[in-house]
C-alpha cells in the first residue's frame, strides 16, 4: 500500500480495530459527583468474546465494538469528515430509530465522545452539544487523512436502561500512510508538563498504574477537578477488539493519579491520561506492552504530538 491511496482504497483492507474503557482518577474524597468505575465496567457488554479453554466460562464481551446495542444506536451523520476542524453530528436511536433525547449524567456530562485514529497516533475526547431533537454537535480537529472510530459513552435516561458505550468508524479522505505506533517510553512531555507511568500493566490479573505529574522538575500538587474527577485514562488494545480494564484508586490531586487496569491479554496498548492544571485540559500518551515491567509508555520528543489531544469540545 503506497502513501497515494485514498482512504476509501485502503479502508477496506483495514480489518483491525479496538475497544475502549474509560476511568477516572479519584482524589481524596469527591470531587463534584463522585468518580465510578463503571466507564471501565459496563463496557464489558458487547463484541467478541475472548478465546476460553475448555470448561470455563466466556470471558464478558468488551464495549465500544458494536455500532447497537442494547436497542441503542449510534448514528454518525457525518462519516467523511474533511482534514483539519469540523463539525461532526451524531445521534444515539433507539429501537424505533428515533432519537433519544434523555440521558443520565455521569461525570457532569450526559454523554462523553471519543476519536481515535486506527493506528492509534490521533486522539481526541471531546465534549458535545445536544440539540431538544437528540442531535449531538462538536467541532473536532482531525489533522490527517485516514480511518478514525468514534465511541459513544453513555446512559439512557429511560427506566432500566443500562450504560453503553457503542463505536462506529469514520473515515477522512485523503492521500494516507498509516504511521508506527510510538515505542514505549517512561515519560511524556506535553506543554511544559511531564508525565510519568509507573507500574504495570499484567494480562489476566489486576495492576496498577500510576501517572505523576510534575513542571519544572516540581511535582504538580493542584491539579484541577475536570469532569468530576483529577484525571481520565482511555486505553485502547492495538489491532483487534479487546479493551482494557480500568478502575480508579483513592488519591489527591496530583502529583500522583492511579488506576488499577487488567489487562485482557497480553499485547500492545495505548493510554491516554487526560488532566486539568491552570485552567486547561492536556492530554499525556503512552505505549505499554502488558506484562512488560520495564513499565511504560509516552510518544518520543520527536514524535509527532497529534496524540495530544490539546482540542476539547
Do not use: C
Not at 485514498?6 to 469527591?30: E, M, N, Q, R, S
Not at 485523503?174 to 506543554?191: I, K, S
Amino acid at each position: 500500500m503506497n502513501t497515494g491511496m485514498k482512504i476509501t482504497a485502503f479502508a477496506a483492507a483495514l480489518a483491525a480495530t479496538f475497544g475502549t474503557a474509560y476511568g477516572v482518577g479519584k482524589g481524596v474524597g469527591p470531587v463534584g459527583e463522585p468518580p465510578r468505575a463503571e466507564h471501565g465496567d459496563h463496557a464489558a457488554t458487547a463484541g467478541t468474546p475472548e478465546e476460553t479453554a475448555p470448561g470455563q466460562a466466556p470471558a464478558e464481551l468488551p464495549g465500544g465494538l458494536q455500532v447497537s446495542q442494547g436497542g441503542y444506536t449510534l448514528a454518525l451523520e457525518t462519516p467523511a469528515p474533511p482534514v483539519g476542524r469540523s463539525t461532526l453530528k451524531f445521534s444515539v436511536r433507539d429501537a424505533a430509530g428515533e432519537k433519544v433525547t434523555a440521558f443520565t449524567t455521569e461525570h457532569d456530562k450526559e454523554l462523553h465522545f471519543i476519536v481515535a485514529s486506527r493506528d492509534l497516533t490521533v486522539f481526541r475526547h471531546l465534549h458535545p452539544e445536544k440539540a431538544p431533537d437528540g442531535t449531538w454537535t462538536v467541532e473536532a480537529d482531525l489533522p490527517r487523512a485516514g480511518a478514525y472510530k468514534a465511541f459513544a459513552d453513555f446512559k439512557p435516561a429511560s427506566k432500566g436502561a443500562e450504560a453503553l458505550t457503542l463505536g462506529v468508524d469514520l473515515g477522512v479522505p485523503g492521500a494516507y500512510a498509516p504511521r508506527p505506533l510510538p515505542a514505549p517510553e517512561p515519560t511524556d512531555t506535553v506543554d511544559g508538563y511531564q508525565v510519568r507511568l509507573g507500574g504495570t500493566l499484567d494480562p489476566g490479573k489486576p495492576g496498577e498504574l500510576r501517572l505523576t505529574v510534575s513542571k519544572g522538575g516540581e511535582p504538580v500538587t493542584d491539579l484541577e477537578p475536570h469532569l468530576g474527577a483529577y484525571g481520565h485514562l482511555v486505553a485502547l488494545r492495538q489491532g483487534d477488539l479487546a479493551y482494557l480494564h480500568v478502575h480508579p484508586n483513592e488519591g489527591g490531586p496530583g502529583p500522583d493519579v492511579s488506576f488499577t487496569a487488567t489487562a485482557p491479554t497480553p499485547g500492545t496498548y495505548r493510554l491516554f491520561l487526560d488532566f486539568r492544571h491552570e485552567g486547561e485540559v492536556r492530554t499525556a500518551a503512552f505505549t505499554v506492552k502488558a506484562g512488560d515491567r520495564t513499565a511504560a509508555p509516552a510518544p518520543s520528543e520527536t514524535a509527532e504530538r497529534d496524540a495530544g489531544g490539546h482540542t476539547h469540545g
